[in-house]
């Protein structure tokens, strides 16, 4: 071969800049990209032999080795796959962005599996310039009468080539990196970025540091020498410890579920996620057709509030890691969890770490969407058990899934479930069928309502969102023999919202929103007069001792006497502050006095306190009850501001030193 000269053949003026500035946003890339065009080699060198093209030795095993050398500042890929020829080299590397691997598919597309061949683009090797100012390319071919090649190249534009003295099978891309570009050819930098991209890749990868200190060599027969316990010398022949791999050119999504144990499983996420919390369950996918995708979704065990809850899914492309959490692929709220999904039909852009426009991929994200559907929609009908086991923490992601995706919430509606007041698990339906039928049970009056009012009356849904702050309203609830559902998460609001928007029947309330008819006594026409009139006095009374004259004020007669005061909030009016505190908290100056309305102070007609200030409203010594009253009911609704606790405090004191009087 003569040495040639020459410039890259470039099909679009001006691209190489491009390139080498803007193709890959991480520079850390190339290495992914070389790695990968070296395992395709072995791939590639492996089907000839299948196809009988070539005879590889029995002993024959791939292999990529990376070896950085920090003095010389280079770092090095070398695989013994299968190799190029000159007019290859002409073809592959001195025309830019024309594909080996979409060459190789189209010479051999009836005899060979494309989803096993990781590059499609021709644009993997020109990312080296990214780093390096000159690269060299050593390759010998597999066919028997080519000659070894040598290719060089500064800057990515002149190259020469000639033949080399290689002699054995394979590729050797050596990097002669910029200064920039140091970092590369850090053996602790280069390891990192392997994990990163390469860690599954199908071929064994090897990582040597060229200037690592060598150990010096001991006799094949005498290895190690210790003294036993009666002083005599023996010898030990150890086993010379061989390089491993660094990364697992079989992973356990590419298994088949049935050949895989719980074990495997455990241990492959600990390993990937670093999480060494067990997760709660998994979904093992695994589909041929009409796509190919494979994959590992695991459930976690997540924190109590939504904001914090943040999950990876790990993107890979024919075992080459391509991104974390691609939101056209993975449904929005799927990124709750943690998992791998490998689908080599992805249509990746040309840099492999974005997806073009597809409605291929449309289809992928629906059948995950359906998959994880289908796993807990079963986890329901077959293992009720560990389902409610699971709930606490799986519940805000099926929660989000229904809010943000129209489908999952179709396939799940029927399956979520609610913790009750005992404890218990139901069903949003088996909650409301139990209050009617504590309803009809408990009637004891006939209604005067008309059948039109009984249509548009709807089912009232109690809820919890504080077991602590709301406990004196959870023992009402007990005592009347009620039930309410626990929703204490950040999520539960705007689910909520949702349910009463497609299921127009159901209106939910938080606990403390009213007072419901099984708290209070049935009183006659006089009881209701006289409750009025307390209503009226004392109303006047509490606006003027706290200064609240908008304070919405209400005598009753409540079954429990040693409750003396309680606040109700009504729905709309608490779920509008929320709303307001929310823009607040935005950043939007919205005032929230106008909406300051629907609180109502409940006295209980019943209780000795409430009777006495009454009996003695005129009375100075009187304010400092209702203060407490006041204050007392709030607690139990909501914290005391910083400034109204010390006043609580201080007023409580005031109170025991006139008792001890």
């Known amino acids: 071969m003569t040495k040639q000269q020459g410039s890259l053949s470039i099909n679009s003026d001006n691209i190489f800049p491009i390139i080498k500035k803007w193709l890959y946003s991480d520079h850390d890339i190339f290495i992914r990209e070389v790695v990968s065009n070296a395992c395709d080699a072995i791939t590639k060198l492996k089907k000839l032999d299948v196809m009988g093209e070539v005879s590889l030795a029995d002993d024959y095993k791939g292999r990529v080795d990376v070896i950085v050398n920090p003095e010389e500042k280079t770092i090095t890929f070398a695989d013994n796959g299968i190799g190029m020829t000159e007019d290859e080299v002409k073809e592959y590397i001195n025309q830019i962005a024309f594909s080996g691997a979409e060459a190789f598919l189209k010479q051999y597309k009836d005899k060979t599996n494309e989803d096993q061949i990781i590059g499609h683009f021709g644009l993997g090797f020109y990312s080296t310039f990214m780093v390096a100012d000159k690269v060299t390319i050593e390759t010998k071919s597999f066919k028997e009468d080519a000659k070894a090649v040598h290719w060089e190249s500064e800057g990515g534009v002149d190259f020469e080539m000639e033949e080399s003295s290689k002699e054995t099978l394979g590729t050797t891309i050596t990097l002669y990196l910029n200064e920039d570009s140091y970092e590369f050819c850090n053996e602790y930098r280069v390891k990192e970025v392997l994990e990163k991209y390469c860690s599954f890749m199908p071929v064994e990868i090897y990582f040597t540091n060229a200037n690592a200190p060598v150990e010096e060599e001991k006799a094949d027969d005498v290895i190690d020498a210790t003294v036993d316990e009666d002083g005599n010398a023996t010898e030990e022949k150890k086993e010379e410890k061989k390089p491993e791999p660094i990364n697992n050119p079989t992973p356990l999504w590419a298994k088949h579920p049935n050949d895989c144990t719980e074990d495997e499983y455990k241990e492959f996420y600990r390993h990937v996620f670093k999480d060494y919390k067990e997760p709660l369950f998994w979904i093992h996918l695994n589909m041929d057709y009409p796509f190919n995708l494979k994959g590992i979704l695991y459930f976690p065990k997540i924190n109590t509030e939504y904001d914090s809850i943040e999950g990876t899914i790990k ?173 204490t998460h950040n999520i539960d609001q705007p689910f909520i919202s949702q349910l009463e928007q497609s299921l127009e029947h159901v209106k939910f309330m938080r606990i403390d929103a009213d007072l419901t008819e099984g708290f209070k006594e049935e009183v006659s026409k006089e009881d209701e007069e006289t409750l009025k009139t307390k209503t009226d006095a004392l109303t006047e009374k509490f606006r003027a001792v706290l200064g609240k004259e908008k304070l919405e004020v209400k005598v009753e007669k409540l079954k429990n006497e040693n409750v003396s005061s309680m606040i109700t909030l009504s729905e709309e009016s608490r779920r509008m502050q929320d709303m307001m505190r929310m823009y607040s908290m935005n950043g939007m100056n919205m005032g929230t006095d106008m909406f300051e309305t629907g609180e109502t102070l409940v006295l209980n007609a019943n209780n000795n306190l409430v009777q006495y200030v009454f009996d003695h409203k005129d009375e100075d010594g009187v304010n400092i009850i209702c203060e407490q009253l006041y204050d007392l009911a709030l607690i139990s609704h909501k914290q005391l501001s910083a400034e109204a606790m010390t006043k609580f405090i201080q007023r409580s004191n005031e109170i025991m030193m006139l008792l001890a009087k």
């Open 315 to 487: 993107l890979y492309n024919n075992q080459v890691f391509i991104a974390d959490n691609i939101k056209e692929v993975i449904p929005e709220f799927l990124m709750l969890l943690k998992g791998v999904i490998d689908c080599p039909d992805l249509p990746l852009n040309v840099s492999r770490s974005a997806l073009q426009n597809d409605g291929f991929v449309k289809k992928i994200s629906d059948y995950i969407t359906k998959k994880v559907a289908d796993k807990l929609s079963g986890m329901y009908k077959v293992e009720r058990e560990n389902y409610e086991k699971y709930w606490d923490d799986i519940n805000p992601f099926i929660k989000y899934g229904c809010l943000k995706d129209d489908k999952f919430r179709e396939k799940m509606k029927d399956f979520v479930i609610f913790k009750n007041l005992e404890g218990k698990y139901i069903t949003l339906p088996e909650y409301i069928e139990a209050t009617k039928k504590d309803v009809v049970e408990d009637a004891t009056v006939e209604t005067t309502e008309t059948a039109e009012n009984k249509e548009e009356k709807k089912d009232s849904v109690y809820y919890v969102t504080d077991e602590v702050q709301q406990s004196q309203y959870i023992n009402m609830f007990k005592e009347a023999g009620m039930d309410a559902l626990i929703l």
